[in-house]
């Protein structure tokens, strides 16, 4: 049998020549001072360019955006030169990169934040979790997240304004486009779940409210940049971050919906159980059916991540259940992911101590096959 996961495809009016693409991954290692992208990020993009399309790991696309040390942003001129250098060696090396754009809403600290101000979310609720800062010495510990203040109208239409900001730097930079992050218990999500979306003005309550923030982000940024060079990542039912909703079978097939009109590059959907960087729980059982509700409301094209192998991709491209699969630890430990795959090469094992922070060890040290 011929295989699907190695035939081509088009986003927007990008042509991709096989279907595995490599999904965004934080690694908290970019340069420092001002998180900077640097030669050594340059190279572990590079070798990963034969995926069919990069996605770079989230992007803060301010300084109120940013919640873990040393994470990259999109916001200064001495980030947009060193994604310069990140896309012109991906294109160099014949592949196709997006920048993921990041805005952490209250899973940040105020250690990151404008003037130590308390971080930013819908609604001023407590988070469970910790993020990974900073101390005084200079290393990274986990600390606590203090309970947020709730976003002004102004302040929304303030982040709003940074996202179309922050997408016009990556395209100012070289990328291929841009992957609007509205999953993992971030910003968008908070807005999306009731459980973190408490609101009573027209950001919070229904479900047309909760995605509100979300269309406006994405209106913005297709306006400023084109839609064939936009897609969207949700993590429907996600639980990471204190993310719950009281209705998923009614909220994410509504969004994939309002997505069509938008005329997306593609639409990104990560299986729930894997949205954290472990498998912490069952899937909900009605993820199926919700996941098959948003291909069919969906029109455009749909990537899916999370726990696939390349004999499930291959199957989920087949059934029809998506039409690109982005794999990420694997792509962590196997710059030729790709070859590898085609070929039933053996894979080398992520290390998941060396995945946040350090050095080039477990980063651009994986070996690629001979
Ligand atoms: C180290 C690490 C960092 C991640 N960083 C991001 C990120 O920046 N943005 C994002 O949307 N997902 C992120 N994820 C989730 C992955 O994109 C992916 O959905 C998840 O790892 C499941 O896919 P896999 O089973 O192929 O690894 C991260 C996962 C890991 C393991």
Do not use: C
Not at 16 to 40: D, I, Y
Not at 61 to 89: C, D, F, K, L, M
Not at 132 to 153: E, K, M, R, S
Not at 290 to 301: D, K, L, P, T
Request: hydrophobic share 45%; charged share 20%.
């Amino acid at each position: 049998m011929t295989s699907q996961l190695f035939s081509p495809i088009t986003i927007g009016q990008l042509p991709l020549p096989h279907r595995v693409a490599m999904a965004p991954l934080t690694r908290s290692r970019a340069g420092q001072p001002g998180n900077v992208p640097n030669a050594m990020n340059v190279e572990y993009y590079r070798q990963r360019a034969s995926a069919a399309l990069i996605i770079t790991e989230a992007t803060q696309i301010s300084q109120q955006g940013q919640g873990y040390a040393w994470t990259p942003g999109i916001y200064t001129a001495e980030q947009v030169e060193g994604w310069r250098a990140v896309a012109n060696a991906v294109h160099a090396a014949g592949g196709r990169i997006f920048l993921q754009l990041w805005h952490v809403g209250r899973v940040s600290h105020p250690s990151f934040q404008p003037g130590g101000a308390l971080p930013v979310a819908p609604s001023a609720l407590p988070v469970p979790g910790k993020t990974f800062i900073v101390d005084a010495d200079g290393n990274g510990v986990w600390g606590d997240i203090p309970t947020p203040q709730a976003l002004t109208v102004e302040g929304i239409a303030a982040i709003v304004h940074d996202y179309r900001v922050a997408a016009r730097n990556a395209m100012d930079a070289g990328m291929d486009g841009v992957e609007i992050h509205a999953g993992n218990g971030y910003l968008l999500d908070q807005f999306i779940n009731s459980e973190s979306n408490h609101r009573t003005d027209a950001y919070g309550g229904s479900i047309e409210n909760r995605a509100r923030l979300l269309l406006e982000v994405v209106a913005a940024v297709t306006s400023e940049i084109g839609a064939e060079h936009v897609g969207v990542r949700l993590t429907p039912m996600g639980r990471f971050m204190g993310m719950g909703d009281a209705a998923p079978e009614a909220t994410f097939p509504h969004i994939a919906r309002r997505l069509n009109d938008a005329s997306l590059a593609y639409l990104h959907l990560v299986e729930p159980a894997m949205v954290g960087t472990v498998k912490d729980e069952a899937a909900d059982p009605r993820w199926d059916a919700i996941m098959r509700r948003m291909r069919a409301e969906f029109r455009g094209v749909l990537m899916l991540a999370g726990g696939y192998d390349g004999a499930s991709a291959e199957r989920a491209i087949a059934d029809g259940r998506a039409d690109i699969v982005a794999f990420g630890r694997p792509f962590i430990a196997n710059p030729d992911l790709p070859r590898r795959l085609k070929t039933s090469a053996a894979l080398n094992i992520p290390n998941p101590e060396t995945f946040f922070g350090g050095t080039a060890a477990g980063y651009t040290d994986y070996p690629a096959l001979a």
